[in-house]
Every structure is written in structure tokens, then in C-alpha cells.
């Protein structure tokens, strides 16, 4: 195991692990940003209207199936179709957004998986052998045209080796593919408009991928969890920088916002 | 004698045998408006090659149609879903009427995956041909407009979804700028499944939240059949159009089945039955679980009755 250094960020406020990655996130959006968000993603849906309230007031997003534009989320509901996320701007035909996405009218995709391999690859269609699947997942979605979006951003709430595999057992959005020389080649041949999978966050730490290999590469862990902890629930070999750190915890500010669109807890 | 090439204006002797008519306010125009169980006696064909459900999650989901087709062993060759579907799906794939589907999701979103379609997929009695949502909805849409197929935008080539599933994913040449990119068919069903939540007797309707991507299995679809929670008088329509998304023209049948998403939302009108969905996604585990779930809502009775059986508060 490589050494780390870890530099812990001062913060005393009680949070629940949903919320930290829920606020992290949150720190990872930009000022002037188009996101989407999908299936289930009420952590994602939070951390765009956090960003809006916070540090990035020209950010717009979709509230995934629902089609909502910049939900107020009054208040934040499990579902993305649901009715309650139309308290907002604008709603938009499932068809109209997802062709914006596709044509690389998003600058940002918040998404999740049921395994995520070295090279960000992300499969949520089935795992085991294809022909004879030993588990069937729900299907893709939107991920396999992820391509054209300018970044990727994916959140696991369960750690675990079975979770970040060496590699998946079906690809279903195109991370880095077989590793950087892949990359490029999709590139190059105009497959690829997009940048790829920028961050993944998960309920123990902050990755992104080393820009010479494309390889998953740790940022940060969350205060409380080692990096044993981390490598261990990792099943592959994590790029290490020699200098690491802690991720920042929620402000009292920012829970104080969450916790008001929050209401009925979901991330507590 | 007639003329049929629209020139002449129709005499009394050229009016179509079936229009009815009143000597007082002209010819009557024919309600579409029809019962749950004459409506899918219909228009689905037992064995019917293509049929699409409606709705998105756990939201919208015509499923007193739904229960219908299974009231009355309504086999489908091909099941084409939303974006997303869910229980609307499942239920159908449980009952043993799916040979194989068309889908970019099935599953309850948070509350977990759909225990049927998982169930039948592993166990090779569903053949899935999973599409991502774009081709789907670009598929119907070439469906919508006549189209043979649509072009799709690059990127798709380096999912394994795209290389899984050939029946859904062709190169074809772009003849304007000689690259090779992949198409996917124009989607046609046979019969489209929708709720929304209401319609005049003509079939005029108005999506009262989200659309979904509803409107687009509407316009590619031959038969489409309205489930609705209120049929409200056309006047109340023409007062102010602009809202009513859906015209009559393209639906064959209006179906009034007030709180019958149920377990799903009916947007603006009602919450999804969270316990009833969990009862559900547990029960349809195993196939003797299924039957149970169906025996004790829905095989016995109509709509009214599933109402009912469903209202109970256990405990």
C-alpha cells in the first residue's frame, strides 16, 4: 500500500454519510453548468439545487424522467418522475432532453451503476455471462450515450469490490474504454465528444482518473475512513497521489440548506 | 353518382352508411368512449405482434389496461416500454404473456428491480432487446413520421449495448459525409397503452403533469387506447386548446378508469401506493408469490373491485 498523506479539513457538524457525498458533489458543479440526473437520483437532484443555492446560481438541471428544469425540489421526493419535481422553470418532453444530451448540449451527467471498473467504465444492464446472465439489471438508460457530454460524474453509495471491478461485466455507458490508447482512438475517429468520466464519488471517498493512464485515481476519503479501508473495498489497484487528503465536510450553511428541501430525510 | 375526388360536396345520398344522423342538429359524431374490457377485446388481438405501455416509474401507468390484458390471457409477442417501465411490464412478463421486449429499464427506481422481468430474463423465458433511451425514442419517432429507420449520433458504437442487441443497431452509410454510423428501425406498435389524465369522448387529452415520452408511442403507434381518470365535456376543450396535448385523431378509444394507475401516480391526481409497490416487488419473487398477488387484487372483478381490495387498510 502506498503511503498517503492526509491533510483533514476542520468542520465539526453532524452529517450523514448521504449527505456528505450529497455536498461534496455539490463542491464538483459549476457556475454556469447544464446537468442532468436520472433513475433514482435524489442524492443528485440535491446536490444541484445545493449548487444552485450555494456558489453556482446559473446552473440549470433536469429532474431526469419528470422533465422538470431547475426544481425547486419543495420538497426533495425519492422518484425522479415524480409529479412534485414539476415546482420548477420549465418542463421538457423526455425525447427534447435526452436529444439535447445526445447532441452534447449537456455539460454534465449525474449518474449511477451496478459496477464501475478501472477505466470508468459503467455497467447497469446485467451481470455475468451475456448469453445466460446470472443477474439481470434494469438497463441502461441513457447511459450508453453518454459520449457527447462534456463530463461524467458517477456516485456508489455501497463501496465494494463487487461494485469497482477490474473490468465490467458489460459496458454499458463507454468510460475510457480499454484504457487511454482506446480513448483517443474513439476520439479520433469522432466516437467520443465528450471528456469522459470526470469524478466518481462514493460513501467512502473521491476519485477521478489519472490524465496520462485514464485510471481511477483516489482524490480524497471521507473523515473516519482509512485508506486501507478504501483500497480494500476496491477491487483493483487505485492510482495513489503521494499527497492525499480528507474530503471537506458540510458546512452548518449547507445543511442547512439541504435539510430544507430534505424534509421528508431521504438523506439522512 | 359519387364522386370521390373531393370536388363535388357529399349529397344526402352520398353519406356513409353508418353516420347517424338528427334531423334537428345534423350528423352525430361517434364517442370513442368505451368499457375496459370491450375496449382491449377490441383493439389487441390475442398474439398481438407489438404492444407499448405508457408511463414512466412508477408514474402514469395505464394499468387498468394493464389488468385487463391479463383478465382476458392476452398474449404479446413483442412488449415495448417507455424509457423506463416498471410495474406495467412486470405484471405482464409475470403473467406469462411476454415472449420478448423492447426497453431501455425496468425496474421501481428506488424501491428496487422488477422481480418478474428479472425472473423471466434469467431463466431465459424473456428475450430482452435492450435499446437506450435515445434509439428508442428516435426509433419511434421514424415510427411517428413514416421513416424506415434514424440515423443515430455517434458515440453509441462503444456500448455494449449497441453491440448486444443487432436487431436494434445496423451500420448504415451517411451518404452526405461517407463516415459509417448505426441506425435503428422505425418502432411501430400495433397498440399503444396510455394514461392520461383526461380526454373528451373523441379522445382529445390532456397530460395534466409530465408527458413522458408518451406522446411519442401515441404517434407511432396503429391503436392507441386512453386510459383516463375524468372524460370531461369537449367545451371545456375548446375553451382553451393550447393544453390538450393529445388529439383525437390519433386515439381509437377513450377508457374511464378513475384511481386505476394505481399502484402508480396519476400525475396531479395521485400519489404511487408505496406499500402496495413494495407488496408487489416482494411477492412477484417467486412465481407461486405472483399468482397470490394476482388472485387476491385483480382475477375476480373489474376495476371497482381491484378500488376496493386495494382501499383496504390491513392491521
Redesign the interface.
Known sequence: MSQIVLEEISGGNAYSVQELMTTTLAHYLHDGEMVGTGAGSALARAACRLAQLTHAPNLSYVAGGSGAINSELAPLVASSGDYTNLICEAVVPMGDWVGSLSRGGFDTYIATGLQIDKYGNVNLSLLGDQAKSSLRGPGGGVLAMLTATKRIIYFFPNHSPHIFVPKVDFRTAPGFLDGSTSWLKAKADGLYAGSGPALVISNLGVMDFEPETKTMRLIAVHPGVTLQQLQTATGFELVIPPKGAYTSVPTQHELEVLREMDENGLLR | MSQANGSTPPTQGNSAPNAKTNEAQGPIRQSKQMELAAAIEKFVPDGVESLAVGG????NNPMALVRELIRQRKHIKRLIT???GCINADLLIGAGLVDEIV?????F??LG??PA??RF??A?RLK?L?V????L?LGL?AGGAGQPFAAL??????????R?NPDFYQPVHDPFTG?TRLATPAIRPKVALILCQQADIYGNAIFK?????D??LIFAAEQVILQVEQVIPTRQLTKNPIPVNVPGYAVSAVVQAAFSAHPT?S??FY??DEAHLQEYIQAAATEAGFEAYVQKYFAEGGETEYIGRTSVIEG
Open positions: 414512466l416509474f412508477m408514474h417507455s424509457p423506463a426497453t431501455s429499464y425496468v425496474g427506481e428506488h428491480s422488477a422481468f428479472v430474463a434469467q431465459g430482452v435492450e437506450d433511451e435515445l434509439t425514442l419517432r449520433p455517434p458515440g453509441i458504437e462503444l456500448s455494449d449495448v449497441s448486444a463516415a403533469g409530465s408527458v413522458f415520452a406522446r411519442e401516480s400525475h396531479r400519489h404511487y
